[in-house]
């Protein structure tokens, strides 16, 4: 028996390789194929079945072109209603690879045919439980995400209790627990850093496995929950109803444009997205353009901050354009209308008219600010929870699109996050929305409160 966790930090999401005899199953793989069948043809494996705990909201599966590449079968748990072929499993079905098996244990809550996988090995022993987003380390699914005319986020986290209590609670405490994703997630509130678990250790640190009433649950789990990203329905409904061949999108979407074309692109409403640093974006960018750097969580960012109907435009590092086309497409973003060949140097090399962002060191923000400046800190909720610097106002990254309106254009903004990732995302926004006097401080709070500045307990309702 052999198995092997693939996370991507990205996305905080994890997919496995399960492998006995020759033959192995994928559970929840990403949109591109490829790392799942090259490491099957390493093993000299055949792929038998792709496993799908549900309809992920957060990503785009690669269950449907490694089921056409592989001629393996798509197996979901019981409900499950798609527009393709799959073996809809009943509660309890068993499912052999070579010497070991999977069965399916149906756990609704975080949605209707969300269910997991009892991994039983060669001496029938109950070795491990994929439990997609049912249980994290730390956490458990947000029950919001199904909600219906007849159904509500109370209905759900109920449900999702009496999946725990008859379904996972009972497995012994040695069983290891491998969930689709980790830190970082929006699928939970907090999950854990850490990427895999057992029961045991569950039953013992997270806070959703305590003893408890189903009413006390329900509030556990609902308390303080934030609004599901806006891209989440536009994936689950790609994830149930199928989609374009990954490598068609890739194919399409990675085009080269002149900067005519570009500009061409531009006036007929297509969005700049700059995928570099923030150290080089602010150093000299596209007018209009919004930043969210590869080097980060990317493509949740862009599915937070950008509309999936508006078409996009990429600014690239030489070299990194399939990278960024194809992180959008594990999220659904498939509208991208090419990429500035020769990137940013092209464009300045044509005398376009380039704009740029102010940063400065947490040490210099110190020692400019005072009871008159204006602080925005973009951090999120629990974040800020540590924490703010005095008078500062917090607006979650988020939201601020929604929110500019409080924000006054004549002004001055000190803008800052966690670390200066999101930072720069803020400021991009801002500049495209007309705010033109705006720093960027570097390092984030992690800088800032270094310095040993003071910091305030921030006036927010949680």
Known sequence: MYIEQLYTGCLAE???????????????????????????????????????????ADFVSGHIDLARKTGSSIVFGPTAQTGYDVIVAKDDEVFSI?????????????????????????NGNNNAVFTGDTLFVGDVGRPDL?????????????????????????????VIVYPAHGAGSSCGKNIGKETFSTIGTQKKLNYAMQPMNKLDFIKAVTDGLSSAPGYFAMDAKLNKEGYDSIDDVLKKNTKALTVTEFETEMAKGALVLDVRSADDFEKGFVPKAINIGLNGQYAPWVGMLIDGNVPLILVAEDGKEAEAVLR?????????????????????????KIETIESVTAEDFVAKIDPSSNILDVRKLGE????????????????????????????????????????????SILKQKGFTKITNVLGGMGKISATGIKLVQPALTF
């Open 14 to 56: 994890a997919a496995y390789y399960i492998e006995s005899e020759g033959e192995a199953a994928i559970i929840d793989p990403l949109r591109e194929t490829s790392p799942y069948i090259e490491l099957a043809a390493k093993r000299n494996a055949k792929i038998k079945y792709v496993f799908e705990t549900h309809f992920h």
């Open 98 to 122: 070579g010497k070991i098996k999977l069965k399916v244990l149906h756990t609704p809550g975080h949605t209707l045919e969300s269910s997991c996988f009892l991994l039983i090995d060669e």
């Open 146 to 174: 199904a909600i219906k005319s007849d159904l509500t986020i109370d209905d759900l986290a109920g449900m999702l209790f009496d999946s725990l209590n008859s379904k996972i609670k009972p497995l012994a405490d040695d």
């Open 328 to 352: 959008l497409a594990r999220v659904g973003y498939e509208k991208v209308n090419g990429y500035l060949k020769g990137g940013i140097s092209a464009w300045k090399n044509e005398g376009k």
């Open 384 to 427: 800020v929870e540590s924490g703010i610097v005095e008078n500062a106002q917090h607006m979650c990254l988020s939201k601020l699109q929604t929110e500019l309106n409080s924000l006054d254009k004549n002004k001055h903004y000190f803008v800052h996050c966690a670390g200066g990732y999101r930072s720069m995302m803020a400021a």
